[in-house]
């Protein structure tokens, strides 16, 4: 599986579940591939992986929605955004720089263009940058990124990326994060917690990694502790949830019961210091 597809996997997933994931846009970028990927992922790994990647996007649409109100707008800055579409779901103040690799966002940037002359997704301010997290310094992606905030306050989100990171380079993010970022400002962030490693069903994810492994696009399989996310320096943990807490909230009939029974992501909101 290549990284691109699973941006679009998981963009499929939030289509699936627009009551769940709020995300009415995710559909815009379903395809045909992407469709004849999904059905060996739900039967050989999880049948629960759509749900959770829409409440997902609840938790971060809500969280996000909430202080873009509270703040008359801001910015979004999206790490590894692949196709996710918040900001059409949000209002017009609100800003949006997306980062990802560089086929992703020419990609991204085409389709999103074309698709609101023709009407088909709202007017919104995105500026696009391709960065490769591995490839870049702190420096270099803080020169390039600083000055393209163009409005405060600002929302970092980085969802389903750490996991595809090693340590180095999350250790690299985390330190750009905080030199974007001024007090009050929040950081979204989701993880795998190394205790997951010990469930079947992240065995079965991997072994899937493992046997449809593409051969140009290498990625790892990161899982971060709690601590980890407590002892950044310059950010106090606001929230932590997982997936599994959610869809007692968000999606009570989705018949999930057990917490090492589905592919449960940990999901924080941390708060500039
Ligand atoms: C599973 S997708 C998640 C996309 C999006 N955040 C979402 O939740 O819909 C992972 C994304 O991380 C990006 N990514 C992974 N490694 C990266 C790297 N080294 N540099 C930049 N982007 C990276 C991929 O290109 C992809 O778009």
Request: aromatic share 14%; hydrophobic share 35%; charged share 25%.
């Amino acid at each position: 599986m290549q990284i691109h597809e699973t941006a679009f996997a998981v963009s499929t997933y939030r289509s699936y579940h627009e009551d769940i994931s709020k995300d009415i846009y995710a559909k815009i970028w379903n395809n045909s591939a992407t469709d004849a990927l999904i059905p060996n992922i739900l039967n050989n790994v999880s049948k629960y992986e759509a749900i959770l990647h829409s409440l997902r996007n609840r938790f971060f649409y809500e969280r996000m929605n909430s202080f873009f109100e509270e703040n008359n707008g801001g910015t979004l800055i999206n790490f590894g955004s692949g196709f996710s579409m918040y900001q059409f779901s949000f209002r017009n103040n609100v800003s949006t720089i997306e980062i990802d690799k560089k086929d992703i966002i020419d990609y991204k940037k085409e389709k999103v263009d074309r698709w609101t002359i023709e009407g088909k997704l709202p007017n919104r301010n995105i500026q696009y940058i391709a960065i490769d997290f591995n490839d870049s310094s702190t420096e270099k992606i803080v020169e390039l990124l600083g000055p393209m905030i163009e409005k405060e306050p600002t929302f970092i989100l980085i969802e389903g990326v750490f996991f595809f990171l090693d340590r180095n380079t999350t250790n690299k993010l985390c330190n750009v994060f905080a030199a974007l970022q001024k007090p009050g400002d929040r950081l979204g962030c989701v993880t795998y917690l190394p205790e997951v490693e010990n469930t079947k069903v992240y065995q079965r994810l991997l072994h899937y990694f493992d046997s449809n492994n593409a051969t140009n696009d290498s990625f790892n399989h990161q899982t971060i502790p709690h601590s980890y996310f407590s002892d950044i320096k310059e950010y106090t943990i606001k929230e932590y949830t997982d997936e599994f807490e959610l869809s007692k909230i968000f999606a009570p009939k989705s018949g999930i019961s057990d917490k090492d029974e589905v592919l449960n992501e940990t999901l924080y909101l941390l708060e500039k210091t």
